[in-house]
């Protein structure tokens, strides 16, 4: 995808912005001018800003390819509704004088959540209306599994902010691992529903994947901050070890998101994860676990630090067998069809 032809999704989701999409914009950037501060609320608002983007991308791909610019994706959700009481409430809390930051951290959580909802909600619809299988087994909508999916993603972008900043004092880590935890249950519940429900979606395989890499990367990047870069092992070789089986795993991530950005395959075909996959995430997981034990109980820390290293040495060897395996998988996607032979210089027409 061009430079170019991405800033025309731009220039015609701004032609064509709603009065309660401006409205929503413009509180978010006041709010940070008011209310903001760089170690508080900054992770916060570059999330905010980033799904301001999407969903403006997300409304010139809406028009570009045909949909109605009355009806499109920037019909007022309850997501936006959410954010604009969020900030509304900011805005009375300081005409209040208010110095209550429980309640000011609140509302900057639900006006993040919103965001991220508000900016999946148009971009699945974005996507459909370029391409109208990617919500096939929905008719069109997002569907209670993509949903699950979505707010799964939205609540695992605060667990570096509760790990990182401890907005809640003593609280925030027990906080954090219960929101981690929630968000590693509802990872098979979306799937299983999408089962049930009969809701399989090509956008469904692509959340899912993506919903993984929100959880684990940013969690183990506050890990990582909280425990100034130790990992909590006290052995200069295991450090060492740890830290280049976190580089295997991430490079195998850039490198399947450069491929899939080049070919388009895997998601384009609606191809899910396979069972070495699988296996990876889950024993992401169990690291995540470790370090969410580690950060909430220091009584366990120095058993969860050598369980963590034993995972992400295994999460390393799984991840190069990801990229060769997942590879086969849609190496015959990638190639194209060879002609079928028929004599030594002939081959048969294609119709």
Known sequence: MSLRKILSYFNAGIC?????????IGLNVATFILFGSLLQSAYLWIIIIICDLCVLGSHGTWVIYGGDPVHGPW????????RCIASVNLFIMMAEDSTDAILGTFSWYVATI?????AFYCILLAMHQKNPTWLEGTHGRIGAPNWISIMRIALSILVPHLYAVQPFG???????????????ATDAADGYIARRLDQMTKAGKALDPLGDKVIFYPTAI?????????????????RLAFYIGLGIMFLRDVLFVVWFFLYYTKLSSGIGAGMVDKTRMAIMCVWLGTAALALTFPMLQSRMAIAGFICMCVIAILSITSVAVDYLRIRDLIRPPAKPYVGPDIYEDEE
């Not at 919103?114 to 508000?118: E, K, L, P, Q, V």
């Not at 003593?170 to 590693?184: Q, R, Y």
């Not at 506050?222 to 295991?238: E, N, R």
């Open 16 to 24: 064509q912005i709603s009065a309660p999409e401006l409205i929503a």
């Open 75 to 82: 019909r007022t959700p309850a997501p936006l509704t959410a």
């Open 114 to 118: 919103a965001a991220i909802c508000w």
């Open 170 to 184: 003593a609280s925030s880590n027990v906080i954090a691992t219960i929101i981690l935890t929630l968000a590693i």
């Open 222 to 238: 506050a890990f990582i901050l909280a425990t100034s870069g130790t990992a909590l092992l006290d052995v200069s070789w295991m």
